[in-house]
């Protein structure tokens, strides 16, 4: 069943946003179960059921068929942190000054509920695995954030065979694994692939819980780098064509995830859990560029456009991009006793949606320093609304720089890297792949979304600049330094869109886009 939805005018009020969205109350036998799998750096174009056709995921299409595919499912932030820090809270993420990855100043304040903290308040047991990334302090770590059971890591990524037993080592790779604060026998002692290892305490965790209501967040760092993985799953893709080793390799690492994945999926079933638990898969970002498997003992990319492993699919851009392929990324719910199977909803969603739909599905409330930005979207699969009606009628995107805004299927982005540096106006209806730059026939609309997301962006605190590697050391600075969107502007200037591109070009900063890396085999829809 395919649902799509055409362009509100108004925007109207939305039925379960901000702290409405809890108010039904359950009883305790009919509350759902909540799975929550966060997938690391996985693209659109890494999954069978969006069309590629060099991967395997029999457990995610599987998961997709049993509930709703998001084709136009997008994240708050197209790096890992603050998008994680929008799916636990419901709200953006730059609202709280959390633009980048982890720096001295990224964290979920306390007063705003996270997931873990809502839920646990309805009485659910709750339990994180994996990547947490939010916050390199016990302060903020899960068990303080919501989460009665925690095991994993706190950092970005993590090596796939090996972690230390030291405290405070918190290198890019080699950082200690945690179970509810104690540091763990180091990973590379009992030989366990980290990737079975946090599907295997998942699975755990719902064999423990399944007599009564739990969230279990499942927080991969699949398939983020270093690029690691079992021979055995390399083996099991033989036949497969890929356009170069280093694909092959990551999409054995999709084969582990997926398995993961679909073991989680049989224990919920083992357990008589599957019919009432709202299952949902996200990533947190759209997939790396230019990273091959040389890139897995360095801290730099490649020069953006040469061979990717990961694909963004059809779209333009990746990871760290306010384009497409950077933002926009596989995202289902499954519920099979109460949401439709089958469904593709083809009206635009992001991460921030999962806080309210969990808050409505488990009747709970959110303590909220910051209002909610996030809707329920179970009125919307559920079809108690018109099949017009969208869940937002405007989405912003601000990190650096680079910024975009949304508002019904026109898209104005700008993007630093990959670039021509200018504004873009895209027509998201009939150029998904942001070819077209259509702000010079367009100008009057391309100011007003300009004038409507720096209204926006005016309320947001400063952007503070990102921890800075050097080598392996991190350098934190001794102060906030805002960087401006506007920063080259006069103070309280701001240019028409036709005004910054032709000071671009005269400027001659005008630089040609650079070309897509190799298209991967990809069929799509």
């Known amino acids: 069943m395919k649902v799509s939805c055409t362009l509100v005018s108004v925007a109207a009020l939305l039925p379960f946003s901000g702290s409405n969205a809890g108010n039904v109350q359950r009883d305790k036998s009919q509350r759902p179960n909540i799975v929550l799998v ?3 750096d996985m693209g659109w174009g890494d999954v069978g059921y969006q069309g590629a056709v060099d991967v395997s995921t029999p457990n995610i299409d599987a998961l ?10 997008y994240v708050s932030c197209s790096i890992s942190g603050p998008s994680r820090a929008g799916i636990l809270t419901g709200v953006y993420q730059q609202r709280f000054g959390f633009y980048n990855n982890l720096h001295p100043w990224a964290k979920i304040p306390e007063g705003q509920s996270t997931l873990g903290e809502m839920v646990r308040d309805c009485g659910y047991a709750t339990g994180f695995v994996g990547k947490w990334h939010m916050a390199d302090s016990p302060e903020q770590s899960p068990n303080r954030r919501g989460f009665d059971q925690f095991y994993g890591f706190w950092s970005d990524t993590h090596d796939y065979y ?27 002692e009992s030989g366990e692939y980290i990737t079975d290892c946090f599907t295997r305490e998942a699975v755990e965790f719902i064999d423990k819980h399944a007599s009564s209501p739990f969230l279990l967040c499942l927080s991969y760092n699949a398939v983020h780098s270093p690029w690691q993985v079992p021979e055995h799953y390399v083996n099991r893709l033989e036949g497969r064509r890929f356009h170069h080793e280093d694909r092959k390799v990551f999409a054995a690492m999709v084969l582990a995830l997926d398995d993961g994945i679909g073991r989680v999926m049989e224990s919920l079933r083992k357990n008589g859990l599957e019919e009432n638990t709202l299952f949902i898969l996200i990533s947190d970002n759209g997939s790396p560029r230019g990273q091959g498997i ?9 020069d953006r456009g040469n061979t990717t492993m990961s694909s963004p699919g059809p779209f333009r851009g990746y990871k760290a991009d306010t384009y497409e392929g950077g933002i926009r990324v596989p995202y289902i719910m499954s519920w099979p006793s109460e949401l439709p199977q089958g469904m593709v909803y083809d009206n635009p969603v992001i ?9 409505q599905a488990v009747g709970g409330t959110s303590r909220q320093k910051y209002s909610l930005d996030g809707v ?20 912003y995107w601000r990190r650096d720089e680079d910024f975009a805004i949304r508002k019904g299927d026109w898209k104005l982005v700008y993007n630093d890297q990959g670039s021509t540096r200018k504004i873009q106006l895209f027509d998201m209806k009939d150029d998904k792949e942001e070819v077209y730059d259509l702000s010079g026939e367009y100008p009057e609309l391309a100011d007003s979304l300009l004038a409507e997301f720096d ?6 605190p400063p952007c503070t600049n990102q921890t800075t590697w050097n080598g392996r050391v991190v350098v934190e600075p001794k102060e906030p330094q805002p960087v401006s969107r506007n920063f080259r502007y006069k103070e309280g200037y701001r240019r028409k869109v036709s005004e910054h591109n032709r000071r671009i070009y005269d400027a001659k900063y005008r630089r040609s886009v650079i070309g897509e ?3 991967l085999p990809y069929k799509g829809k």
């Open 294 to 302: 040389e890139c897995s003992t360095g801290y730099e990319y490649k």
């Open 517 to 519: 890396s190799f298209k």
């Open 162 to 188: 090996r972690s230390t037993d030291k405290p405070g080592v918190e290198l890019y790779d080699f950082c200690p694994l945690y179970r509810n604060g104690e540091i763990q026998p180091p990973l590379h």
């Open 351 to 359: 991460s921030l949606d999962i806080f309210p739909t969990v808050m």
């Open 455 to 460: 209204a926006w962006d005016a309320a947001l």
């Open 376 to 395: 329920s979207l179970l009125p919307y699969l559920k079809s108690e609304w018109p099949i017009d009606k969208r869940p937002h009628s405007t989405l």
């Open 64 to 73: 997709a068929r049993r509930g709703v595919q998001f084709s136009q499912g």
């Open 38 to 40: 966060i997938a690391d």
